[in-house]
C-alpha cells in the first residue's frame, strides 16, 4: 500500500477545514497509508515586508526539509506548477507507486514555499491559475487524491 | 451593491461544506448581495444510461433557465471553461459590474450542465483541470469571489 505524506503549514483554524481534512482521510484510509504532517507557522506582523516573509519561509523550509525522505517522490503545490487532470493525477500516482513506497505533498504557508523546498522536489503541481487558501487547498488536494485513488480502481465515484 | 447569485444543483450533503458556505456568505454580505439557489437534483439509478443522464440535465436546464435573468451577466462553471487567476477574476467582476447589476454563476450537478445551459450563459468558467465535487466547488467558487472583492477593495486578505 502505498503512503501519502501531506506536509502543510500551519492549524486549520475553522471547525468545519478539520472535519473535511478528517472525512477524507477516513476515505483515503482504504487505498493508502496517509499521514498529515502539520509544521508551525511562522508569525508575522500585520504588514510584514518582503525580508520579513523571506525569513519566514526560510524558517518553515528548514522544518519542511527535515520532513521529506530521500525516498519518496516529492510533490510541490504552488500556483505556477503544471496542472493534471484527475485521470492524468490518477496515471501519475499509479507510475509512482511503481518506483517509490511513499508520495510526498508538500503545501506551503499563505506566503508559499521557499525555492529551496520547490527545487528539493521532484515535481511542482498547481490546482488552479486561481489562488486559494492554503487552508482550503489542503482539502482540495485530498479530494483529488482521493478521485485519483478511485480513478486507479475503477469504482463510481469519478463519473 | 453587485448583486451575485449562485445557482447550484442539489442539497449540500456534508454539515461542514454547509457551514462553510455559511461563513463565506456572511464574509460576502460586506461586499455584495448575494443570493444561493439550490434547484433539486433530478434521482438517477446506480449506473444510469447516456440517456437517462441526457434525459436528467434536461430537466435540471429547465429550473436553471427559469433562474437565469436577461439583465445578469451568466457565468457557467465548467471544466472546459477559461481558467482566471484571482486578479482576472477581480477584474472581470469589477468590469461586470459597470454594466450589469447582477452576476450570475452556475453549478451543474454531478453530471454537469447541459449545453443548452452553456450557451444560454455569457462565460464559462473554469476553476481547475481536476475535477472537484459540485458541492465543495460551491465552497471554492465562494472563496474565489470574496478573494475577488478583496482585491478590488484592496484589502490584505488576498496578498
Redesign the interface.
Known sequence: MLSVKIISVGTLK????R??VA?YSKRLSAYCKLSVVQLKETRLP??PSEKEIDAALEDEAKAILSELSPRSYKIAMCVEGK????E??AEKLDTVSNTHSEVCFVIGS??GLSDKVKSACDMRLS???????HQ?LR??LL??IY?AFNIISGT?Y??
Chains 1, 2 share one sequence.
Open positions: 475553522e471547525s468545519y477545514l472535519e473535511a472525512e500585520d504588514s496542472q493534471l487532470s484527475s492524468k493525477l499563505s506566503h490546482v488552479s491559475e486561481m489562488t486559494f487558501p482550503l482539502v482540495m479530494e483529488g478521485r463510481k469519478h463519473k
